[in-house]
Structure formats: C-alpha cells, structure tokens
C-alpha cells in the first residue's frame, strides 16, 4: 500500500521553464511534507519543507504547495537549471505520532539546456 | 560535521552469504533511519530508532534482516543470508528531533 505516490516516473523541461513534480498522499494523518532531491551515486539531500498549517513555501526558485482537501503537493521550479536534472522525492510524516518518514518512488526531472 | 558515514559502499556477495552494513549518524542526531532503494519501491523505510531505541521495524521484509543501534553512533543492518531480491542501495538517515533527514551516501548491495 503505496500512501505516498509520484505518479509521473520522469519529466522533461526546458531550461528556463517552469518545472512541477506532482505527488499524492492517502493518510489524513499526514502532517508534515519534504522535498529531497538525488544525484546519481549520492544520498538525497533535503530541499524544501512544508507543515500541514500552510498551503505555501517557497525557497528561492523552489516553492511547495500543499493542497490538504485533495492530499496533494506540488514542487514547482523556476526557472529550471540543467543542474536541477535528478531524481526527486516527495516524503511525508505525521509527526503528531511518530516520526516516521513515508516516501514517494520518485520523479526523475531532465532539464533540457 | 562529517554528515552521515556509510560502509561500505559498495557489496558485491554470494547468495547465502552473511551481510552487515554500517552506519555512523550525525553527531547529536536523535533519530536514525535504515531506508532501501528500488525501483518499484522508490525509497523505503526498513526501520528506525530513536535515541538508540527501535521504533518501528515493521518495514523489515523478513527475519533475515535485523538492525541493531548499540550506542548513539553506530547502527548496522544485517542480512542474513542473502538472496539476489536483496540487491538495491541502501541508505542510513539520521535526524534531530523533528527535522529534515541528513542522507549518508547508500551502500550498494549485489547479490549473486
């Protein structure tokens, strides 16, 4: 049972545009969302967090929108590096419970130079 | 800091065979985290500790895999024996008490 999904396994842009990486939960309990990003032959680094009381936050060319009604997120990308090519995972907890850190199969963004 | 420490790097082994990965956590870090890479799978939670105590191994596939964490900076995962299903990377997280996970580099494990 799959309670976090990146339903999109890869995605294409070109330098300049706009990027968006697309990720669904099912637990309600759900309360706090991260964004890791993943170079091949490296551990994920953290890139951007959003807690369940906001709908908005945003990091430099980095924003994460949180939609709680259809438990969904969105990591939107402005405007896309060739650098930003790599694997990116959503992760999600219910840190009113545990810590417990559920994450997505991942999104692998190609920025096209 | 030095991050998170992982070894080895990379495992190449027989099936059958008895396979310990390690795992030195941030310093001060009150959680640890083992996660494993696949592709269907994505990242998955294996098991996690806080302050050295396991809190949930529920996603430990079977009894061949145990972990244990003797003190604040040291975990191993086991494989006991191996099966070529078990090949993918696996990871060592460490965190503080809420907050971001701080990914060591994985190690790899091939299973022949």
Redesign the interface.
């Known amino acids: 049972d799959q309670q976090v999904k ?1 339903n999109s396994p890869s995605l294409s842009v070109q330098e300049g545009r706009i990027s968006i990486l697309n990720c669904d939960y099912t637990n309600s309990m759900f309360d ?1 969302f ?1 964004w ?1 990003k993943k170079y091949p ?6 890139l951007i ?1 959003i807690s369940s009381i906001k709908d908005k936050n945003e990091d430099g060319r980095f924003t994460v929108f949180l939609n709680k009604s259809a438990k969904h997120l969105s990591l939107h990308i402005v405007p896309s590096q060739p650098g930003d090519s790599a694997v990116y ?1 959503c ?1 999600a ?1 219910a ?1 009113s419970g ?9 999104t692998r963004l190609k920025v096209l130079a | 800091d030095a991050g998170v420490i992982q070894s080895p790097r990379h495992e190449v082994t027989e099936m059958g065979q008895e396979v310990t990965l390690r795992c030195k956590p941030i310093s001060g870090h009150d959680y640890l985290f083992w996660y494993r890479q696949t592709m269907m799978r994505g990242l998955e939670l294996l098991i996690y500790f806080n302050n050295n105590v396991p809190i949930d191994d529920s996603g430990m596939p079977e009894d061949r895999f145990s972990a244990k964490m003797p003190n604040a900076s040291f975990s191993t995962l086991k494989i006991q024996p191996s099966e070529p299903r078990d090949s993918a990377v696996y990871f060592c997280a460490s965190s503080f008490t809420p907050g971001e996970l701080f990914f060591g580099e994985g190690s790899r494990l091939t299973v022949l």
């Open positions: 990146q706090y991260l890791y032959a490296e551990g994920p680094t953290f967090s995972f992760a907890s840190t545990t810590y417990k850190y559920i994450f997505g199969t991942g």
